[in-house]
Nanobody, 124 residues
């Protein structure tokens, strides 16, 4: 019933840009923090970015700061990840995940719903 679907991945050359989308169905994103994660070939999953339910707080992994921007459009029930100046090391399957508000715990700690991922390949 609760689903997240990522889209926007593909093949891009180094220095290029992609915009990933995370669309929710079966629930509204208004009350959920949304995180983006990625898993590169042969590596463990890592956090990329997260945005609070209100949109008032965002965070980024050091490796993507200044290049990636997370945003949300609650009217469209969608969260975006704008990726600029892409590098080969950004190649990975990108996942979005939703975590509801938990009293006394900062956002972007627990995630309850995960998407299936979209592949981003950065190669010359």
């Amino acid at each position: 019933q609760l689903q997240l679907v990522e889209s926007g991945g593909g093949l891009v050359q180094p220095g290029g840009s992609l915009r990933l989308s995370c669309a929710a169905s079966g629930f509204t994103l208004d009350y959920y923090a949304i995180g983006w994660f990625r898993q590169a070939p042969g590596k463990e999953r890592e956090g990329v970015s997260c945005i609070s339910s209100s949109g008032g707080s965002t965070n980024y992994a050091d490796s993507v700061k200044g290049r990636f921007t997370i945003s949300r459009d609650n009217a469209k029930n969608t969260v975006y990840l704008q990726m600029n100046s892409l590098k080969p090391e950004d190649t990975a399957v990108y996942y979005c995940a939703a975590g509801g508000v938990v009293a006394g715990i900062p956002p972007c700690r627990y995630f309850e719903v995960w998407g299936q991922g979209t592949l981003v390949t950065v190669s010359s």
